[in-house]
């Protein structure tokens, strides 16, 4: 299923990162190959959003390497929207563009960064749109929708930037219970295209039913990974079996 | 009970004895004033004298002529516009600087902001002034141009810029005061910038934009419609600190009142007028923006 000999599509080696005297990442080892689907959780503050955030240099790392598609991502890069327009992102609180109408927020990407016309970044999002059920909306600015139809806009812009590899952070922690099940089924449709995708969240549905592997994070570190099955019925290390009881203990 | 039913009314809004007492006391001290500047005072008002320097008639054609006060609301009004829209230029450059990472145009921008606020305008206005008048003007050779020359000679130069033989006269006025209210509106436009959310740049950088992309697109949009209300007071500041530049004989409404006021010698008359004048003006820019304050929340609907 998985070409695993193939060069991965995201590689980190030795990353780490501080905030002032703070180590918030140490040593971060993980490749993810095209295709792969990578779920990534641990309890809060453990540097999961970090981590991610340091793949599109939202954030800048200090030491060790970052290559996004054979490319090396670095802090003082020149032209990192080369890099961005690879690298999806979906954000917890949709960061949608609240002065824009929905048209325009999945529009601006491709006509901004990869020159595409208006009539084409329109029918470009026009599809989008109808791919994550959103297209009745378009004229309509963003607080007139609900929480998960802006995120599905969320997604569905990111994916207007036809990126190699989405990256989730939390994308389902800031919606009501009955808004997450519209969010999901949008990116469980995604991963069965095939869509390589790195995803934050504590769904450990969505997890065991997408994942290829799950990672688990710790005060920074990667402490853990394995396959959903593996990792959810039989974790190896201790502070997993924590955060899994207390994640599924109640 | 009936879902279906009317809300019960509100109760109508009257003046209770309360307003009347203030409405009366109000209008009893404007009288009594009236009542000291006529008779107490023994005030000999003539209109006519001061309004001849609004619009003169000549008395052997019976044309009429827009006189000093007509020409010095001109020019105040191109100090308005022409203000406004330099200050307009710094304050969006010197608050993005404001809020960059990098270090010297944050210094730059903080040394600009706090030398102006923290020095009178009048003090500020003599220094500048004196250094633009006797050294950047005659150094690009301003005060050397031909007013006679057809660039300047022209009614289209005339209406935006005035006459020409005063250009350097009101190019001093005009930075000077886009000088000084630039300070105060860098600081509104920084205020504006840091109020957009973190997740707006994050997620404009995410999708790939560069960062002049990312300001012009994203952030200085949203951050305007915020700052519309302080914005719009600092330029009805604008209107009224104009007077200021007539300190250094920049011949707008204040200036040409002066000199009214001492030909004429009736000085109630000549500031009374002027003061109405700078009402009109400043009034009708408060309305157009509140009306552009609403179309604003209306596109965001």
Redesign the interface.
């Known amino acids: 299923m998985l070409d695993i000999t193939s060069k991965p599509l995201v590689e980190i080696t030795g990353m780490c990162k501080w905030y002032g005297e703070f180590s918030a990442l140490h040593d971060i080892n993980l490749s993810v190959h095209e295709g792969e689907k990578v779920v990534v959780c641990g309890p809060s503050g453990s540097g999961k959003s970090t981590m991610i955030r340091c793949i599109n240099q939202l954030e800048a790392h200090q030491k060790g390497t970052i290559s996004v598609n054979g490319a090396e991502v670095s802090p003082d890069m020149k032209n990192i929207e080369q890099i961005r327009r690879e690298v999806g992102m979906v954000f917890q609180s949709f960061n949608l563009f609240p002065h824009m109408t929905i048209l325009d927020n999945l529009t601006l990407g491709p006509m901004r960064n990869r020159g595409v016309s208006r009539a084409d970044a329109t029918d470009l999002a026009m599809h989008y749109l109808e791919r994550v059920h959103i297209a009745q909306q378009a004229e309509k600015y963003p607080p007139q929708l609900s929480g998960g139809q802006q995120q599905r806009v969320a997604i569905a812009r990111s994916l207007c930037m036809k990126p190699k590899v989405m990256l989730f952070d939390e994308p389902t922690s800031a919606l009501d219970p009955e808004m997450i099940a519209g969010v999901l089924d949008v990116m469980i449709e995604l991963a069965e295209e095939g869509m390589t995708m790195i995803v934050v969240t504590h769904e450990m549905g969505f997890a065991r039913k997408v994942a290829d592997r799950v990672v688990f994070m710790d005060e920074g570190e990667i402490i853990e990974v394995a396959e959903p099955e593996e990792f959810f019925n039989n974790p190896q290390s201790d502070r997993a079996q924590l955060f899994l009881s207390q994640l599924l203990g109640h | 009970m009936d879902r279906n039913a009317p809300p019960p009314k509100p109760p109508k809004k009257r003046l209770t004895l309360v307003d009347y007492i203030l409405f009366g006391s109000v209008a009893a001290l404007v009288i009594f004033s009236g009542y000291r500047v006529n008779d107490v005072l023994v005030y000999n008002w003539e209109w006519s004298r001061v309004l001849n320097f609004v619009v003169r008639v000549d008395d052997e054609t019976g044309q009429y002529f827009t006189n000093l006060l007509v020409r010095g609301l001109e020019t105040t009004l191109r100090l308005a516009v022409w203000g406004t829209i330099l200050a307009t230029i710094i304050g969006v450059v010197m608050g993005y600087w404001r809020t960059c990472e990098n270090l010297t145009l944050r210094i730059i921008s903080r040394c600009y902001v706090e030398l102006i606020r923290n020095i009178p305008p009048v003090v500020f206005i003599f220094i500048f002034f004196f250094f633009i008048s006797s050294q950047i003007f005659p150094a690009i050779g301003l005060d050397d141009v031909d007013p006679d020359a057809a660039v300047f000679a022209n009614p289209v130069f005339h209406f935006l810029f005035g006459d020409p033989r005063l250009l350097s006269n009101f190019l001093a006025g005009l930075l000077c005061l886009a000088m000084f209210e630039g300070a105060y509106v860098t600081e509104i436009v920084r205020a504006g910038i840091q109020a957009v959310?973190k997740?707006?740049w994050?997620?404009?950088?995410?999708?790939?934009?560069?960062p002049i992309?990312v300001l012009g697109?994203?952030i200085l949009?949203?951050a305007l419609?915020k700052i519309l209300p302080p914005l719009a007071g600092q330029f009805i500041t604008l209107i009224k600190d104009s007077a200021i530049v007539s300190l250094i004989s920049i011949q707008e409404l204040t200036f040409m009142a002066t000199e009214v006021a001492a030909t004429t010698t009736k000085v109630f008359e000549t500031w009374i007028l002027v003061g109405g004048m700078y009402f009109i003006l400043c009034y009708s820019f408060a309305v157009l923006f509140a009306w552009l304050e609403r179309q604003a929340a209306r596109s965001?609907?």
């Not at chain 2, 994050?202 to 560069?210: V, Y």
Request: charged share 35%; aromatic share 0%; glycine share 10%.
């Open positions: 959310p997740g707006q994050e997620a404009a950088r995410a999708i790939g934009l560069s992309r697109d994203i949009p949203q419609r965001r609907r």
